[in-house]
């Protein structure tokens, strides 16, 4: 396990892997402990928790041994029940709430707290935060990195300043847009990249709009602003996103597909096309992702067409005339062609007029004489 966790392996892969191997071993009788009494000299060898189960675990293990051992001992554990029975031991001491001392070696054993059993935690110094939130240890729920958060800065004169968003990192995102309006425009502009993907619109609007400020005076060298603000551009409003097009910055996609959708949905071809530069192509490889299906579905596919890379995505293309112009012309024309089918027979009938005239004109004169 100490080679595993010395490659960084991933807190759940090592779970499972414990899991497993407890397999091999025989369950024994939960009658008392059974399974020898766990020493510090039982500790030392770190596969000993593979002949204990969640039980027997419980029943042989010393409350002052786990205290004297605690941090090899949460390091050894990786079976949630069995990270359930240390913390259910140390609440049994520390009435009043686990303290840093304690906090700072509890590793992956802290995941397994809820929300209630944080909230009364003391978390009073920066170096129990950044324990607390090291994703070496596994993933926190967003409700319990908030609390673990909120209960840090509970503590009067505790704020987000540089060094608490470099240790909470992407679990900023747990919190709502009250506390992160807090955040100075110059703690977050010397802050390491976030990773922003599990915010909100709102979390990330609230975000862009201090990093807006925070790397205002860069606006004049496009590409450097870009490269600090790019995190922070899903929460940006459409009029900065077509403000970036004419820069030449060739917006990687990885950023444009996490764009606010109702932003995205309003650029036009031309504009995608001048935000993305040498990177265009590399749009028909995201096709299937939901936001490029989304921006398609509102473009003319003629227009896709112009951006030459086989986006196929697009609505269909503008008839040429409308049904009503097409109703008009045929009307025009069929009155055209009565109108002349009209006059043709009159043409025809002049020379038979003549000659009833000159019928009627005979029958009178042989009347009157």
């Not at 304690?102 to 809820?114: D, F, H």
């Not at 978390?123 to 729920?141: E, F, K, Q, R, Y």
């Not at 968003?165 to 502009?189: G, K, W, Y």
């Not at 490029?292 to 579905?297: H, N, P, S, T, Y």
């Amino acid at each position: 396990m100490s080679a595993l966790r010395a490659k960084n392996t991933p807190v759940t892969k090592l779970q499972s892997l414990f899991t497993a191997s407890k397999q091999n071993f025989r369950r024994r009788r939960d009658t008392g402990c059974t399974a020898g009494y766990i020493t510090h000299t039982t500790i030392a060898d770190q596969s000993f928790i593979l002949n204990y189960t969640s039980t027997q675990f419980d029943l042989c293990l010393n409350v002052t041994v786990l205290i004297n051992n605690l941090a090899a001992i949460t390091q050894i554990v990786l079976d949630p029940s069995m990270e359930m029975v240390i913390l259910n031991k140390l609440n049994q001491v520390y009435l009043s709430g686990l303290g840093d001392s304690v906090l700072q070696l509890l590793g992956p054993t802290s995941r397994v707290a809820n929300v209630s059993e944080i909230k009364s935690w003391n978390i009073t110094s920066l170096d129990t935060l950044a324990s607390l939130m090291n994703p070496v240890n596994g993933a926190w729920t967003s409700d319990q990195s908030n609390a673990v958060i909120m209960n840090y800065l509970r503590v009067p004169g505790h704020t987000l300043g540089l060094a608490e968003i470099n240790a909470i990192m992407s679990d900023i995102c747990s919190l709502n847009t009250s506390a992160l309006n807090n955040i100075t425009a110059e703690n977050l502009r010397y802050a390491n990249p976030i990773d922003l993907s599990n915010c909100t619109i709102d979390q990330k609007t609230a975000l862009y709009n201090i990093a807006n400020i925070s790397f205002s005076s860069l606006h004049s060298n496009a590409t450097e602003f870009f490269l600090l603000i790019r995190s922070f551009l899903g929460g940006a409003p459409l009029s900065d996103i077509i403000n970036l097009a004419p820069q030449n910055i060739s917006m990687d996609i990885t950023t444009f597909i996490n764009l606010n959708p109702d932003v995205v949905k309003y650029l036009s071809v031309n504009t995608v096309r001048d935000l993305l530069g040498v990177n265009l192509p590399i749009l028909k490889m995201f096709e299937s992702s939901t936001l490029v299906r989304f921006w398609e579905a509102q473009q003319y596919q003629s227009d896709l067409d112009i951006l030459g890379i086989g986006l196929i995505g697009g609505k269909q293309n503008p008839t040429t005339s409308s049904p009503t112009n097409s109703t008009t012309t045929q009307t025009i024309l069929s009155t055209t062609n009565s109108t002349a089918g009209y006059a043709t027979v009159h043409q025809d009938a002049g020379p038979w007029c003549l000659s009833l005239f000159v019928g009627l004109l005979t029958v009178t004169l042989h009347a009157v004489l």
